[in-house]
């Protein structure tokens, strides 16, 4: 059989690609190597435009959909020690911290609900054919890895959101991203051993890691989602010190206020493909969506809300495409619609990691007008909060 789409992964990005595409009437096949509900390393921190855009695709977030905690403001600590808490108004459409094992089985299920096809299947290169006219390969299809044999599925497009160590991407340009486009990062889950913790999503930027931070964000039922997120890697191997010790170290320096007793089989670490270019996201006939086509924010490293962008903006772009715009037309549709709303708030979030939180006497000058002026207060909380307003 001959799909519409495939898409590859299951993640936030290919779940939202796969269910609008089906809404609008095409056959698709999601597959993703892992078997659902999967954990998936992540901060699992998610600011309020998340609930905003699930709501617009008429996806309802309540307290039944998926365990989560409700977010009431963010806790931020400059690298002189300076700190500022920055509450969020109340609103329906709220920050939250929503471990990933929930969050990506809630969005994996609503595309099953609309009727995408989803199969366990580990995906090793895409499948090309020569241009008929001695143009660029183009992706018609997947090949699947099942025991030692290479079994083909082809498809009219193909969706990329197989993230951040993308096959999909390394069979088309060799790797997903460059070292100065890679954040790195190392996450935990713990118990804190002080009873109550507040409903604050806690950032400490380190300066022996500029421009990097340490998180601790509440998971709900008493426990704690821990972490560090560097975002320069030179500084990271100029340390000589692994992702492990940095977060020990880091633990180790809020151990007054906090004292966590982490579960050590979930430390773990992986790779953030970050946003820096406005570079067209389809390939060789391919949509590139979420951490597979580097989206996540260079300030942050969120990169959820973008997933979920890209993958509804891959679906309309597609779409039209299979109603027969041609490839060229389709491709600008995709990348002049996520360049517009997307692409700017991306863009901003870069610059202020570049011009402000990468100066540390700058972050502290901003963090002091923080405790005074509440423009800068409201500011600071949507950019640091990975906002996308
Ligand atoms: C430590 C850490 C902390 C983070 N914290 C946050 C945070 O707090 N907030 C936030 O917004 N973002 C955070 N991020 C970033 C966020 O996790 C990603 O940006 C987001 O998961 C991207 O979604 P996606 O759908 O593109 O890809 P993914 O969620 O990675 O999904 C990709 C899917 O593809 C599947 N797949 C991969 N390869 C294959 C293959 N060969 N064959 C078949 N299937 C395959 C995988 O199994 C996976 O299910 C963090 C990242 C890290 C590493």
């Not at 993308?166 to 051993?193: D, F, H, K, N, Q």
Request: with cysteine.
């Amino acid at each position: 059989m001959i799909y519409d789409a495939i898409v590859v992964g299951s993640g936030p990005g290919g779940a939202i690609a796969a269910s609008e595409l089906v809404r609008r009437g095409h056959s698709v096949l999601m597959v993703d190597r892992a078997a659902f509900p999967r954990d998936k390393v992540c901060g699992d921190g998610m600011p309020s435009s998340v609930i905003q855009k699930l709501t617009e695709l008429d996806i309802k977030v309540n307290s039944r959909a998926f365990q989560h905690q409700r977010i009431e403001g963010i806790y931020l600590q400059s690298y002189s020690g300076r700190s500022l808490v920055i509450p969020e108004r109340p609103s329906n459409m709220y920050s939250m911290v929503a471990p990933r094992l929930n969050f990506d089985y809630f969005l994996h299920q609503h595309a099953l609900a609309c009727g995408v096809r989803f199969e366990v299947m580990d995906v090793v290169e895409p499948l090309l054919e020569n241009g008929s006219d001695g143009s660029d390969k183009h992706v018609v299809g997947i090949i699947e890895r099942r025991g030692t044999q290479r079994v083909e599925h082809e498809a009219r497009v193909v969706i990329a959101a197989d993230g951040a160590s993308s096959v999909i991407v390394r069979g088309l340009r060799g790797r997903v991203a460059s070292p100065e486009e890679t954040a790195v990062a190392i996450r935990a889950y713990g118990t804190p051993r002080t009873p109550a913790i507040e409903p604050l999503v806690r950032f400490y930027y380190l300066r022996h890691l500029t421009p990097g931070y340490g998180w601790i964000f509440p998971a709900g039922e008493s426990r704690v989602n821990v972490g560090l997120g560097l975002f320069d890697q030179a500084v990271y191997k100029a340390g000589r010190k692994d992702l492990k010790t940095l977060l020990a170290e880091f633990l180790d320096s809020v151990s007054s206020e906090f004292s966590i007793e982490l579960d050590a089989q979930t430390v773990k670490s992986w790779p953030i493909p970050v946003w820096t270019t406005m570079e067209s996201r389809v390939v060789n006939g391919a949509y590139l969506v979420g951490d597979a086509g580097r989206f996540a924010d260079a300030l942050t490293g969120g990169g959820i809300f973008p997933a979920i962008v890209t993958g509804h903006l891959a679906a309309i772009a597609v779409d039209r495409h299979l109603h027969g715009a041609s490839l060229s037309d389709a491709t600008r549709l995709y990348d002049e619609s996520w360049r517009q709303g997307l692409g700017r708030s991306l863009k901003r979030l870069l610059t202020v990691r570049d011009t402000v939180i990468a100066r540390p006497r700058v972050f502290d000058g901003v963090m002091l007008a923080g405790t005074t002026l509440p423009f800068t207060k409201k500011l600071l909380l949507s950019n640091l909060a990975g906002q996308h307003a």
